[in-house]
């Protein structure tokens, strides 16, 4: 066999691949591209193959008369010879085209339809001239002679004279019958490796030897054809199986579309209704049952139980009518039921092209859009399209009203429904009538990938443009067939992806995606988010919670690369480095890229909402991101342990010496001492939230808190001896009144100046006393002993903060601010109050201080009053 020869039958045997280029001959046969693309050109000069104007150039096998498909053809009455067996017809086209024929191997179950396929292989033969018009058609089951090898070996290739006992007469076999002919192996699987070998000699050859004759060699022209219900790879030698390039897979009954199940089913209740010469009225409901069963047996079965219902409805029969419905036959009928049977007419030829069961009747709008080539004249065509597949369908009806797709179906409803829902979660509602429209196309197509006919060409450049209508529709595929999405390059799913692009309104260009750690979290809220804002806007990524920034940006960059990005991406992620995503993603995206981190719904809404209404990528950037900034609240408590709390009006620097003295009572290790600013407390306390509080053990503090539900103890309380510390006493590791002793001294002129750091306390006493007598003459009050010792420590400490530059100054209060004139009066008293420190110490007392010391007096003041 030549070179080129051998190039041909790996293009009809690669046929399933459909689209051979230069490359795939090259690569196989280990030739250069360009030896490889001259011998292809050379068959396409000598009209056994086509090419294609695409680049790279595709080569497909080419049918000797390739307006067969467009006249009634002998394939014709093999149903789905248009659509899912088209490519297989094609092989078998080329098979009997070729010179001296192919061998073909025919594989499928039981009751496929491969003997009628064998004998339309035959039967093409003949009509096309390429063998005699009376040559044979011989048919051999070998599964008869499967334990008899001798006996099948003389059968098919004869015997000599003397052979084997009884063998008288030198006797012809089956080969010699089929020379000029075909000759059919049924279950060739029961060959013995003997017999293959014999018959590839034949193959190869076309010689063989009779059984018993080791000299002569007969000489026949045989075309093969072979069936098999098995595993060719165990059944067959490997030599034998090389040499058959042609294999035809059949599918099962119940892998068909349901266009071609409703035309099979038809086709029988036709051929019955002219075996019984009775019209054959089958009720809608009954007809979808026996459309939608799986039969093992396949069509095969199929055509017997119709054979035997109607054998069975055939003596009740009156008017030559036969009625067929789920609960039994009916005699008469009304014009109500008429409509919804589907009708077999046997006796009047003229009428019978209006009513069903013709092979593939309603697949001529399906073979039109069968036999578009580019997707963009497939969006174009396809409204024209589907309204001819329905009326194709409708008028298979008795009544012509309107066609609801799913009642012939039943398990398109449940389908269909979870379409829709799919639909919904891209932001697009279908009405019925479009739902029924989708439900037309799985008519036509059916679910199952394998048989989606012939492939779609569509660019590269096609498929990035229509990525979102080609996810829905391939996700609405997914759905509802439960394997894997179908590319595009598959009738159905290109079908499909030009419909949804047909109904669809994007109104963004800019692609958005959320990536979120969890099972489904980006994909709901991608799918909540699209049906709110009605949009296709987002796309989720749903990353295990273990994935890291690197597998995010893979993934990312992954589907990025195979989409359209020159309007822009929006990535919002829910973690992750923003610069090192930036650097890695942004060489694989043609236009502006924005990436947030910290995706929140009412972000992603909002983003959404702006891309959805043509606000620029870059104008997002703008937009309130205060929104999205998440704010704190933390009501844990204030320690998780139990506590006690100290704060003082007069600072927390007496507050820090009251803890200094409790911390050697109390056990540290169950008990956490927290001193606070008074401010914060009262804060706290207003609030109004005892969780808060819910381990505080006690609130020590310098003034009189009036709070009932919260453990306060007021210091001056215990220095009067007017209360204890006798709640704190399971906590306390020494004795109470030891305690209690060492706050009283706090409390005294020389405890106070004790805890001064570097001020001479007995310098600061006289001072400081000094200015409490003129705050005391200034209110005409005296203070009580407390107060006074208070007064000293919180001015004392007062006067180091500030030489040590630690004054505080802070906005005034609202208690400050609404007593403004008073408080001024009292800064106005205070500075000549405090004039000879000032002096002294060089210091200026900010408004800040003076307003704690007005709020320590003013408290006394107002009880006075
Ligand atoms: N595509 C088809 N269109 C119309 N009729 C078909 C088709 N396929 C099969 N049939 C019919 O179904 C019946 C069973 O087909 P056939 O006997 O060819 O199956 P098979 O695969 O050879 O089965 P088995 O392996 O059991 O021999 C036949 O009557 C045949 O005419």
Not at 300 to 311: D, F, M, P, Y
Not at 388 to 400: F, G, R, T
Not at 613 to 632: C, Y
């Amino acid at each position: 066999m030549s070179v080129k020869d051998k190039i041909f039958q790996y293009i009809v045997h690669h046929y399933e691949k459909k689209e051979i280029t230069a490359y795939d001959v090259a690569a196989h046969f280990s030739m250069s591209r360009n030896t490889a693309s001259s011998h292809l050109n050379q068959l396409v000069k000598e009209g056994k193959i086509n090419k294609d104007n695409t680049r790279p150039t595709h080569f497909f096998l080419r049918t000797v008369n390739e307006n067969d498909d467009q006249k009634a053809d002998t394939f014709s009455s093999f149903i789905g010879y248009q659509l899912s067996i088209r490519n297989e017809i094609k092989k078998c086209k080329a098979a009997v085209n070729y010179p001296n024929g192919l061998p073909v191997l025919i594989k499928g179950n039981s009751g496929v339809g491969k003997s009628y396929l064998a004998s339309l292989i035959y039967r093409y033969a003949v009509d096309h001239s390429v063998i005699d018009d009376h040559a044979p058609f011989i048919v051999l089951n070998c599964a008869d002679y499967a334990n008899n090898v001798e006996l099948l070996s003389s059968v098919l290739f004869g015997y000599q004279k003397g052979a084997f006992t009884g063998a008288q007469e030198t006797t012809l076999g089956l080969i010699d019958e089929a020379d000029g002919g075909y000759l059919f192996l049924d279950e060739v699987h029961n060959l013995s490796a003997e017999n293959q070998e014999k018959l590839f000699i034949l193959i190869d050859q076309h010689k063989f030897r009779r059984l018993g004759d080791k000299k002569n060699w007969q000489h026949v022209n045989v075309r093969l054809i072979m069936a098999t219900t098995e595993d060719i790879e165990s059944t067959l030698l490997s030599t034998f199986r090389r040499r058959i390039p042609l294999e035809i897979n059949l599918p099962d009954y119940d892998k068909r579309s349901y266009m071609e199940r409703f035309n099979i089913a038809a086709f029988f209740y036709n051929e019955q209704a002219k075996i019984v010469q009775h019209d054959i009225y089958v009720d809608k409901k009954y007809f979808a049952t026996v459309m939608s069963t799986r039969y093992d047996g396949n069509i095969g079965e199929l055509k017997n139980r119709i054979k035997v219902q109607i054998a069975e409805n055939l003596s009740t029969a009156s008017d030559n009518k036969i009625v067929l419905t789920k609960t039994g036959a009916y005699n008469r009928l009304a014009s109500f039921e008429v409509a919804s049977m589907y009708r077999f007419i046997w006796n009047n030829e003229s009428k019978r092209q209006n009513f069903i069961g013709y092979p593939d009747k309603h697949a001529t709008a399906a073979m039109q859009i069968d036999q578009i080539f580019d997707f963009k004249s497939l969006i174009n065509r396809l409204p024209r399209l589907i309204e001819d597949i329905e009326n194709e369908l409708s008028s298979a009806l008795a009544s012509h009203h309107g066609l609801n797709i799913a009642d012939l179906i039943p398990e398109l409803t449940d389908m269909l429904r979870k379409m829709s829902k799919v639909g919904k979660h891209y932001g697009l509602t279908f009405n019925d009538k479009e739902i029924n429209e989708i439900g037309l196309l799985i008519y036509i197509y059916g679910i199952n990938p394998l048989f989606m006919s012939r492939t779609f060409t569509v660019l590269e450049k096609d498929l990035m443009i229509y990525f979102r209508s080609f996810t829905i529709s391939t996700t609405m595929l997914k759905a509802c067939s439960g394997q894997n999405c179908p590319s595009m390059r598959s009738c159905l799913a290109a079908t499909l992806t030009a419909y949804v692009q047909l109904h669809s309104h994007f109104s963004s260009n800019v692609l958005a995606i959320i990536v979120m750690h969890g099972e489904n979290n980006a994909t709901s809220l991608a799918y909540t988010a699209n049906e709110m804002i009605g949009d296709y806007i987002y796309q989720g990524f749903d990353m295990p919670i273990n994935v890291g920034v690197k597998e995010i940006i893979q993934r990312v960059n992954e589907y990025v690369r195979s989409i359209d990005t020159s309007h822009g991406l929006l990535l919002l992620v829910d973690m992750g480095s923003l610069e090192e995503m930036y650097e890695k993603i942004i060489q694989n995206v043609n236009g502006d890229l924005l990436i947030v981190n910290n995706v929140s719904t009412a972000m992603v809404l909002n983003y959404g909402l702006k891309l959805h209404q043509g606000v620029p990528l870059m104008e997002l950037i703008e937009s309130e991101m205060a929104d999205f900034v998440p704010h704190k609240q933390y009501y844990a408590g204030l320690s998780q342990k139990k506590n006690v709390l100290i704060s003082c009006i007069s600072g927390e620097g007496i507050a820090v010496k009251m803890k200094d003295i409790v911390s050697k009572y109390i056990n540290a290790h169950d008990v956490e001492i927290i001193t606070m600013d008074y401010r914060h407390l009262i804060e706290l306390i207003n609030r109004n939230k005892p969780l808060i509080f819910k381990n505080t053990i006690a609130i020590l503090t310098t003034s009189n808190l009036d709070n009932r539900i919260l453990p306060i103890i007021n210091i001056e309380e215990i220095v009067n001896g007017m209360s204890s510390l006798n709640s704190l006493s399971p906590f306390l590791v020494k004795n109470v009144k030891d305690c209690t002793n060492e706050i009283i001294k706090l409390f005294t002129l020389e405890g106070a100046s004790e805890r001064l750091n570097f001020l001479n306390p007995v310098k600061v006493i006289n001072e400081v006393d000094r200015v409490i007598k003129g705050y005391e003459k200034f209110y005409n009050i005296e203070f009580k002993n407390f107060l006074r010792i208070n007064l000293f420590l919180h001015l004392s400490a007062m006067i180091e903060r500030l030489l040590k530059g630690e004054g505080i100054d802070e906005p005034l209060t609202p208690f400050i601010r609404n007593h403004k004139e008073v408080f001024q009066d009292f800064v106005d008293f205070s500075n000549l109050n405090f004039k000879e420190i000032l002096s002294t110490y060089n210091l200026v007392i900010p408004k800040a201080e003076y307003a704690t010391i007005y709020q320590i007096i003013a408290q006394v003041v107002a009880n006075k009053s």
